[in-house]
């Protein structure tokens, strides 16, 4: 079942560029469109892969596993601290 595709992206290329996308694009037997689509999304999944998984190395990960099997207690410094309000927001 083929799903209506109802978003335009327009992007501006070099010429080498262009020429290199459709020769790729041949090859893999792909419109230029559907290379670059199937291309940048496997791109994309790979940058959010990468923000949502951590690798440590053996000591890091034993450092971390300790922590959380031993958390630090929360004390009053600590939790004044936690009740400001912040001056920033995270990214994700």
Same mark, same amino acid.
């Given at each position: ?7 335009? !992206?327009? +992007?501006? $290329?070099?010429?080498?560029? /262009?020429? !290199? &996308?459709?020769?790729?694009? =041949? =090859?893999?037997?792909?419109? #230029?469109?559907?290379? $670059? #689509?199937?291309?940048?999304? &496997? /791109?994309?999944?790979? $940058? ?5 998984? +951590?690798? &440590?190395? @053996? @000591?890091?990960?034993? #450092?971390?596993?300790?922590?959380? @099997? %031993?958390?630090?207690? #929360?004390? @009053?410094? &600590?939790? =004044?601290?936690?009740? %400001?309000?912040? /001056?920033?927001?995270? !990214?994700?």
């Amino acid at each position: 079942m083929s799903t209506t595709k109802e978003q335009r !992206l327009q +992007i501006r $290329v070099d010429p080498s560029d /262009k020429a !290199l &996308l459709e020769r790729a694009a =041949a =090859a893999s037997h792909l419109n #230029v469109s559907s290379f $670059v #689509v199937q291309a940048a999304a &496997l /791109k994309a999944e790979e $940058v959010l892969a990468e923000r949502s998984s +951590i690798r &440590l190395s @053996e @000591e890091a990960a034993a #450092v971390f596993s300790e922590a959380l @099997e %031993h958390p630090a207690e #929360v004390n @009053e410094r &600590l939790a =004044a601290a936690l009740r %400001h309000e912040r /001056k920033f927001s995270w !990214l994700d």
